[in-house]
């Protein structure tokens, strides 16, 4: 071809030579819409976010829709308890692709401070998270921060087709701290945790008489 | 009936009237709900004819986890609960554990409870009156009340490092004293805040569509608000004249002259203002506080062996030196009284009290926390009944229900 | 209170309490921090809290219980609380009331208060205390699904594992 011999063409101001991926990944990234997935107070910072002060809609976030349907991002913010994650996995199923989510705050990355019976310990247990926000709650700028880095991430990985979603290799299962076989019979007894709880405590645990 | 359909069906399929009704789910992913709060509402083309709640989607174990930390501990899992104004938490539950204690605070410490506390409130109002707008329409409205709630963030983290889940008061005093910074940046905002105050009421107060939308919407009668176990604005704008910090008056409020806005109607309407009103008269509270705030110390004495000692006091007296080995040494700590006490305070959404059981040692054997949120949903499908959809959205919003505080 | 307390029991003089001693024999009741707490048997509960009730305490704040299992010197399992308040007097009144198990059982406070009606749901679900007379008594809080009362001090905090056990999903079920 012409063009291969002549490394110094110029082209005109309005004419962009790109991938496509590259063009789709730079359309979606600077217009992602929240699906807010707001649960407790990590949801007032989302919301602060959003207000005045500090805008999300600076960096094309504009939207906070409340349809899965409309929504590309779904930040989940706050802690996420055992009643809600089926109705966090079904909003999950009704976005539609491309999609990616951020877990704000140490609760839903991690369980944060809910070490305890109902709370999910981290929604990367159920869901594929992209990007986790630490902090309880997390400033408004660190979430801005997640928000710029997700579209760092989506401008270098994204394809047009969405093929980056296809390869299950790239979420890794978290496992629990302790494993057991069957996890509805785990006693206290067996969790090292909780003995070393109880072996800190100042009585011991019998029942009085 | 002349709505049966023409067709060949045979007579006894004749509509009846329950089969017009049918079945929405709101909630619990629903922008209006607040965060999670879910209600099946039984709908008659738009009217409710019956709202089932559902709640429990946030419920975290906050209870047990209360009999696991100490009471400097859990204060930071009470920042958790009401998250709208975190420091009314702090300051209820501290006051509950000094109650059961039976510390006396010095007036430095009450001071400045009573101004974070008021600080809160306003912020909580807010919020509330926010929502409300946002959920009515008036987006307007609800950045001028974010954009003053970043003010009174700031000044928080300015006081103790956090805009919110504060965690700020210690058993015996508070964690860090009030500087003269902060002060200054309390009578800024007592200087802006009037105006916009001002302002976001001209937007609302005789805005038409507000008053349609909330004025005879969600009307609960004296009775049933007393009944039902309502507190705070909810009740207050029933008619029922109950504020804990006139009637069994705690920290300082006894020494500030406030009045407590009070209603009758009981409708959406008469909440919006009440809250309104109460954020001026915590403006005089907080304005009265800042100028007459006593000097001295802000923890109690090394002799109630609570609050840790100074640094000075640590390596000059002898007493210091003790109480700060008995207080710090995990399997010593500050002597609790095998006894039960329940000790409530005037949060911003209504009765906020703890009943701790303690059992001698730092880590409560029974943390309850009463929550006025609870009451405030149950009565919910009352209000609602016969109202349209979009009615809904204005009274969940006017009961300030928060889903952290209602599940703990 | 703790069936054995072990600091000051000083007789109460409030109204509330002076009028549940008068009307009933053999009542326990002390005073703490200002705080009146009457013990009242879980047969004569429904009366007792009639009695208030129509004395003018309107206010019922609060319904919670503890389970004393692990508690020194404590003779019951499980100790009711009802918190009540008279809105014109601002008084307040604790009444407790001490059930065992198997079948821990009292009768329902929501024909007097309607406020009970999900306090005493709260308590069903996370301590397993029946309220005979309740109109809806389910799970409030919990899933209807879990089987355990979690405040109980017999289950662990961090649970029996119900938490670990949802369906994974990953990117190919998108």
Redesign the interface.
């Given at each position: 071809m012409a063009m291969s011999t002549q490394p110094n063409v110029s082209l005109p101001e309005n004419v962009v030579v790109s991938r496509l991926d590259s063009l789709a990944n730079w359309c979606r990234k600077n217009s992602l819409w929240p699906m807010p997935?707001?649960?407790?107070?990590c949801?007032?910072?989302l919301?602060?976010t959003g207000?005045?002060?500090h805008d999300l809609a600076r960096f094309g976030a504009e939207v906070?829709r409340?349809s899965p349907r409309q929504c590309d991002l779904m930040i989940v913010a706050?802690?996420v308890?055992?009643?809600?994650?089926?109705?966090l996995?079904r909003?999950?199923?009704q976005?539609s692709?491309p999609?990616w989510c951020i877990s704000m705050g140490a609760c839903a990355s991690t369980g944060g401070?809910?070490?305890?019976?109902?709370?999910?310990?981290g929604i990367d247990?159920?869901?594929?998270v992209d990007m986790y926000v630490p902090g309880?709650?997390p400033?408004p700028e660190q979430l801005i921060q997640a928000i710029i880095d997700l579209q760092d991430k989506i401008q270098q990985e994204g394809t047009i087709t969405g093929r980056e979603?296809?390869?299950?290799s790239?979420?890794l299962?978290k496992r629990?701290l302790v494993e057991?076989d069957d996890?509805?019979?785990?006693?206290?007894s067996r969790?090292p945790?909780?003995q070393r709880?109880l072996a800190?405590?100042?009585?011991s645990?019998?029942?009085?008489? | 009936m002349s709505l049966a359909p023409p067709s060949a069906e045979p007579a006894s399929s004749v509509p009846r009237s329950e089969d017009y009704l049918w079945t929405l789910n709101f909630g619990?992913?629903?922008?209006a709900t607040h965060?999670?709060l879910r209600l099946v509402l039984t709908l008659e083309g738009e009217r409710v004819v019956d709202a089932m709640p559902e709640m429990?989607?946030?419920?975290?174990?906050f209870e047990?986890?209360g009999e696991?930390l100490s009471f400097n501990q859990y204060v930071?899992?009470t920042?958790?609960m009401n998250?709208?104004s975190p420091m009314a938490n702090n300051v209820a539950w501290h006051h509950a554990v000094e109650t059961l204690l039976g510390l006396e605070l010095t007036p430095r410490c009450r001071y400045i409870r009573t101004i974070v506390a008021e600080l809160a409130r306003i912020s909580d109002h807010l919020?509330c009156n926010g929502a409300v707008g946002l959920d009515t329409g008036a987006f307007t409205f609800?950045?001028y009340a974010?954009?003053q709630?970043?003010v009174i963030?700031d000044i928080f983290e300015t006081l103790c490092g956090a805009?919110?889940?504060n965690s700020y008061t210690r058993v015996g005093g508070v964690s860090q004293d009030i500087t003269p910074l902060v002060i200054e940046k309390i009578r800024g905002f007592l200087k802006t805040f009037p105006k916009t105050l001002a302002d976001m009421e001209r937007l609302l107060n005789r805005n038409r569509i507000f008053v349609d939308r909330t004025k005879g919407v969600g009307v609960l009668s004296r009775e049933e608000a007393i009944a039902r176990g309502t507190s705070g604005p909810v009740a207050r704008a029933s008619g029922v004249t109950r504020d804990l910090r006139k009637d069994e008056p705690y920290l300082a409020y006894a020494d500030f002259d406030f009045q407590v806005p009070c209603a009758t109607a009981g409708d959406c309407y008469a909440r919006y203002l009440v809250r309104m009103a109460e954020m001026r008269e915590s403006m005089r509270i907080v304005e009265a506080a800042v100028e007459n705030l006593p000097a001295g110390e802000v923890d109690v004495g090394i002799a109630q062996r609570t609050a840790l000692p100074t640094k000075q006091q640590v390596y000059s007296t002898i007493e210091g030196t003790i109480s700060h080995f008995e207080l710090s040494m995990?399997?010593r700590g500050f002597e609790v009284p095998c006894e039960e006490s329940y000790a409530a305070i005037e949060a911003p959404n209504g009765e906020l009290g703890f009943y701790i059981v303690g059992?001698?040692?730092e880590?409560a054997y029974r943390a309850r926390c009463r929550p006025p949120s609870l009451l405030h949903f149950a009565v919910f499908p009352h209000l609602i009944r016969g109202h349209t959809l979009s009615d809904v959205v204005a009274v969940l919003g006017s009961l300030n229900i928060i889903?952290?505080e209602l599940?703990r | 209170m703790p069936t054995a307390p072990d600091s000051d029991t000083a007789q109460p003089r409030s109204r509330g309490a002076t009028l549940l001693q008068s009307r009933f024999e053999g009542l326990t009741a002390s005073t703490f921090r200002g705080q009146d707490r009457v013990v009242v048997p879980a047969e004569q509960l429904a009366e007792a809290m009639a009695l208030l009730r129509d004395e003018g305490f309107d206010l019922l704040v609060d319904v919670s219980c503890v389970d004393?299992?692990?508690?020194?010197?404590?003779?019951s399992r499980f100790g009711l609380i009802y918190l009540l308040a008279d809105t014109r007097t601002n008084e307040r009144l604790t009444v407790r009331c001490f059930v065992d198990d198997p079948e821990p059982t009292v009768p329902s406070m929501v024909p007097l208060w309607e406020a009970a009606n999900w306090l005493e749901r709260e308590v069903w679900d996370l301590f397993g205390i029946r309220f005979s007379g309740h109109p809806d008594l389910r799970r409030l809080v919990?899933?209807q699904e879990f089987t355990a009362h979690?405040l109980r001090k017999d289950?662990?905090?961090?649970?029996?594992?119900?938490?670990?056990?949802?369906?994974?999903?990953?990117?190919?079920?998108?």
């Open positions: 997935f707001a649960t407790a107070c949801g007032i910072e919301m602060a207000a005045a002060k906070f409340f706050g802690r308890v055992m009643k809600m994650l089926p109705v996995q909003i999950w199923l976005m692709e999609k401070v809910f070490d305890t019976y109902a709370v999910v310990q247990r159920f869901i594929p309880c709650p400033r979603f296809e390869t299950a790239r979420q299962r629990a057991h996890p509805l019979t785990i006693d206290a969790n945790v909780v709880r800190a405590e100042r009585f645990i019998t029942p009085p008489g | 619990p992913q629903h922008p965060t999670t429990g989607y946030l419920h975290s174990g047990k986890i696991h930071t899992v920042d958790r998250y709208i919020l609800f950045l974010f954009q709630r970043e963030y805009r919110f889940t995990s399997n059992d001698g040692n880590t889903a952290a599940d | 004393y299992l692990e508690y020194r010197g404590a003779t919990m899933p979690p289950y662990p905090l961090q649970g029996r594992g119900e938490r670990h056990n949802f369906p994974v999903l990953t990117r190919d079920h998108s």
